[in-house]
Structures are given as C-alpha cells and as structure tokens.
C-alpha cells in the first residue's frame, strides 16, 4: 500500500511539473514547483532535521533546586486522557473502567493518589478527541486475590487539586522534532523545584507523516538529547519521594 501511494504521488508530481514547464520559461517557476513536490510529503522531516541539532546545543538541561515527599502528584500537560475500557467479556466492577493516562502506573510506585488535568478522550488506541477540561484524582485498590497481578484503580472527576505539587509538560514540535519541557513546581509557594529539557527527533517514513499516518513506529531509531531518555519519563520520581 505504501509504494502504490509512493507511486502514484510520484506520478502525479510528474505531470504537475511538466504542466508547468510547458507553459512558462521562468526558471524560478519551475524550480519552485519541483521544490513544493519534494517538500509537500516531506516538510516536517526536513524542518526537524535542521532544528534538532541546533536546538540540542542550546536546550538540554537537568536541574532538580529540591526534594520533596508527597502523597500524591498532580499533572497537567501529560496523562491528560482519559481511556474507558471495553466491558465485553470483562468481569470488573465500574470503577475500574476508567483509566487516565499512565496514572495507574504511577500509585504502584507508592503514592496514595494521583492527580490530572483530562483534556482528551481516546475514541481508539491511536486517536484522542479534546473534550472540556476536568481533573480527575485516582486511588488504588485492594488486589483482587483472583488476579493479584492486576493493579486495581478508581478514578473519579474532582473539583479541587489535592496534591502540593504540579507536574507540568509542555510540548513544542518543529516537524519530527520536539522540544519537550518538565517542570515540577511547589504549588503552595508557586516556586520551580525541578526541571528536564530535553530534545527529540522521531523517526518515521519519510512520506506524509505530517498528516498522522503512522508507516512505522516513531520510537524505533528515535534520537534524544540528553541521551538518557529513560530518565525524562521517571524524572520526577526522583524529585517527588512518596510518603512513607
């Protein structure tokens, strides 16, 4: 399927060019219609190519100011959907049938609950929609003995942010390339406690990626700086301890 589009475009970039050749000399016409079929499926390859390495010389930073305990974390900017389970075929009570981002993965950790900021839906395993922002507070559950290695959560929508501390992400993409910024605040006192810039070029197939089609994955061959990307992901488990 990808070479018959491949192809077809191609084709079609063919006879677009030489539509204008035959009817003008101005040189700078035709090179202008040879450059927009080149850049037409590749724009965002080509625009993230040449940020990543100069914003890689100027953006990386890792800097944790504080550490702190906390019984819990709230997020705005990153496990902002919310995903409802299928319930065909699952015997489950109705509290588990919500999940919010990686939310559930974080209280195994060792926190008493975990905050978020919601601002899409997932309608598949691929698609999110935005919806009217809503915080949403989840809790664990006792272990089911049946399936003790199924990690129980209830997630509920909540009027007011429990935790002290905000996890905040913001994203900013050039093409393939992002910047991807965390930083971790004191509510009570609004001071910066921790942050992590990093900068990232996805791979992809070089051919409309732009306009969401996913030819393969974007992580495998992914570059990253710093070059420890594993540790962005868990960045603020070092800063924020859970409570004993």
């Known amino acids: 399927m990808i070479l018959f589009f491949i192809l077809a475009y191609v084709f079609l970039a063919v006879l677009l060019v030489n539509f204008v050749k035959n009817r003008t000399d101005i040189k700078l016409y035709k090179w202008l219609v040879v450059a927009f079929v080149i850049l037409l499926p590749t724009w965002d390859v080509v625009l993230g190519t040449l940020v990543y390495p100069i914003a890689c010389a100027f953006i990386p930073k890792t800097t944790i100011y504080e550490t702190a ?41 060792g926190y008493s609950f975990a905050e978020s900021k919601v601002t899409m839906e997932s309608i598949s395993y691929t698609e999110n929609r935005k919806i009217t922002p809503v915080t949403y507070r989840c809790i ?65 197939f070089p051919f409309f990626e732009w306009m969401g089609w996913r030819w393969w994955s974007r992580s495998e061959g992914s570059l990253h700086c710093p070059s420890q990307d594993d540790r962005y992901y868990s960045f603020e488990y070092e800063v924020l301890k859970p409570k004993k």
């Open 69 to 109: 305990e906390t019984d819990g974390i709230y997020y705005e900017g990153i496990n902002d959907y919310i995903f409802k389970l299928d319930r065909r075929g699952r015997q489950i009570a109705d509290e588990e049938l919500t999940l919010i981002g990686d939310l559930g993965d974080i209280l195994v950790k």
């Open 140 to 204: 664990p559950l006792p272990k089911d003995e049946s399936r003790p290695s199924f990690n129980r959560t209830s997630c509920s929508v909540v009027n007011n942010i429990k935790s002290r501390f905000l996890v905040k992400v913001t994203t900013i993409k050039a093409g393939i390339a992002e910047i991807n910024i965390k930083k971790i605040y004191d509510r009570t006192s609004g001071k910066l406690t921790a942050e992590y810039k990093r900068v990232s070029l996805w791979s992809c």
